[in-house]
């Protein structure tokens, strides 16, 4: 193995350990995912315009975003959903609270506070915007039916942060109002996640797209399948080549994501990935 990748396996098999031992409810970091963003995901990398696409199967997820913020990627914009996700399904409130301080807030996401043009801060606030000012068009097509939802992630947002001053409180909490349709999306089809894991994986958003979707996927899957690699780039790929290049990144993020969810029976393939009935993350 190559040396300068120990330390981020050794934190990932530490974070593993932990999460063995003690169950997400028992931990407090039991989390949520909204299912629409595991059956097809958002951007990993920067994508140029206002318009994306992603297709899986007969499910096609729309992104649609104002010129002058442009559409959300990368690993931020997941741990935000899972954020809004996971307290909207604990309140029952369209109404979430994102702390008094960028920093605090910052801890709840896992996230450490760093300045300066490409550090933590500036992404989280240029992201958090990105995200919450989107359009989203979730649809599923057969020959017998076609059925669609459009919706943006917030109605409104308040955002009392001041990225010079990150660590200092404010007399009023910044907050963000989930539009009804995101709402209803959320707490009626809840994707069950350990936040651990999130944490322990927010250094690739494929990596955080293989564990959401590999919670899901296994929580009802019944019988051994492989899913063919092209089908796989249709629903994770992102600027990827070719088959090949996509099939190389995945099993290497796939790989991380075992550390942590040990009792995934996954195998990559020539064909395809093959899954089999596992225990799944989320007891």
């Not at 690993?75 to 979430?96: G, K, M, Q, Y």
């Not at 992201?127 to 649809?139: D, E, G, H, I, P």
């Not at 550390?259 to 995934?264: C, K, N, R």
Request: glycine share 6%; hydrophobic share 40%.
């Amino acid at each position: 193995m190559d040396d300068s990748n120990k330390p981020s396996i050794n934190r990932l098999i530490t974070a593993g350990l932990a999460i063995s031992d003690q169950s997400a409810s028992e931990a407090d970091e039991l989390g949520f995912m909204a299912r629409a963003f595991l059956q097809a995901t958002l951007p990993h990398r920067k994508a140029e315009g206002t318009y994306f696409q992603r297709v899986n199967g007969n499910f096609t997820l729309t992104l649609m975003a104002p010129p002058d913020y442009g559409l959300p990627y990368g690993p931020i914009p997941r741990l935000l959903l899972a954020f809004v996700t996971s307290e909207a399904v604990r309140n029952r409130s369209r109404d979430i609270e994102l702390g008094d301080s960028m920093t605090s807030f910052m801890k709840e996401l896992g996230m450490t506070a760093t300045g300066g043009r490409w550090g933590s801060i500036t992404r989280l606030k240029d992201q958090t915007n990105r995200l919450f000012r989107c359009s989203v068009n979730a649809s599923y097509s057969d020959k017998q039916k076609d059925v669609f939802s459009g919706f943006t992630i917030a109605d409104s947002a308040v955002l009392w942060w001041d990225p010079k001053q990150p660590d200092q409180g404010s007399l009023w909490k910044s907050t963000v109002r989930l539009s009804e349709r995101f709402y209803e999306e959320v707490v009626n089809r809840p994707v069950p996640v350990d936040m651990r894991a999130l944490k322990a994986l927010k250094g690739s958003p494929l990596a955080l797209d293989i564990y959401c979707w590999l919670t899901y996927r296994l929580s009802y899957l019944t019988k051994p399948t492989v899913i063919p690699w092209d089908g796989l780039a249709l629903q994770f790929g992102s600027n990827y080549a070719d088959i090949r290049n996509f099939k190389t990144n995945f099993v290497k993020e796939l790989r991380k994501v075992v550390q942590i969810y040990a009792e995934a029976d996954v195998q990559p393939k020539a064909t395809g990935l093959a899954i089999r009935p596992s225990r799944t993350h989320i007891k």
